[in-house]
């Protein structure tokens, strides 16, 4: 399994980003995926994850701001970031996992993250 995430950057509070995570080595579409941030001196936070049929599921925190969607034919997830704060500042990863508390024991196996700053 190889994960590598994209997309993120430096933008004001209000701005938007658009992150995405190219999956290889496994059968992409036959696995719900997620994405999970960790901030400095943070603990990891499970924030949305998607199914094989296209549910989804958001943590309170992201509702209404993130969207989370699949590309199955280019085996690539994506998060449709709006309305950034500067709480969202953290490191993104995506995991090949739904379960919120199991995408945390996987830990070792997201990707290597890609980098979200929010300043106000």
């Known amino acids: 399994v190889q994960l590598v995430e994209s997309g993120g950057g430096m933008v004001q509070s209000g701005g938007s980003l658009r992150l995405s995570c190219a999956g290889s080595?496994?059968?992409?579409?036959?696995?719900?995926m997620s994405w999970v941030r960790q901030a400095p001196g943070k603990g990891p936070e499970w924030i949305s994850s998607i199914n094989t049929f296209g549910s989804t599921h958001y943590a309170d925190s992201v509702k209404g701001r993130f969207t989370i969607s699949r590309d199955n034919a280019k085996n690539t997830l994506y998060l449709q970031m709006n309305n950034l704060k500067p709480e969202d500042t953290a490191r993104y990863h995506c995991?090949?996992?739904?379960?919120?508390?199991?995408?945390?024991?996987?830990?070792?196996?997201w990707g290597p993250g890609t980098q979200v700053t929010v300043s106000s």
């Open positions: 995991a090949s996992a739904g379960d919120p508390s199991l995408v945390i024991m996987l830990r070792g196996s």
């Open positions: 080595g496994f059968s992409f579409r036959d696995y719900e």
